[in-house]
């Protein structure tokens, strides 16, 4: 049973940081990749940011330059540093893993960036 647990999501003033996790268990073979999405209410679920299992990241124009993925292969777990946080950026955010055998998703964790 593959689980994906997402955590750090919350309540952000606009221009603060915030850091979500992802941990990975299970039996996950072989990992091409791993990412963020996010869907925000009334759109289309939409890629926040990527990493390959070779550490090449891609972003989505509208975080690019305020937003960093990461993971530690030896925790199994991938990180999206957020900074400079917009209201636009409040949604449910989804861990990602691309692998051989398959795509898993976590459950979701509520960023809402609010005054």
């Known amino acids: 049973q593959v689980q994906l647990v997402e955590s750090g999501g919350g309540l952000v003033q606009p221009g603060g940081s915030l850091r979500l996790s992802c941990a990975a268990s299970?039996?996950?073979?072989?990992?091409?990749?791993m990412g963020w999405y996010r869907q925000a209410p009334g759109k289309q679920r939409e890629l926040v940011a990527v990493?390959?299992?070779?550490?090449?990241?891609t972003y989505a124009d509208s975080v690019r330059g305020r937003c960093t993925i990461s993971r530690d292969n030896a925790k199994n777990m991938v990180y999206l540093q957020m900074n400079s946080l917009k209201p636009e950026d409040t949604a449910v955010y989804y861990c990602?893993?691309?692998?051989?055998?398959?795509?898993?998703w976590g459950q979701g964790t509520q960023v809402t960036v609010s005054s």
């Open positions: 299970g039996s996950i073979f072989s990992i091409n990749g």
């Open positions: 990602n893993v691309r692998a051989t055998m398959g795509t898993y």
């Open positions: 990493i390959t299992r070779g550490g090449m990241t």
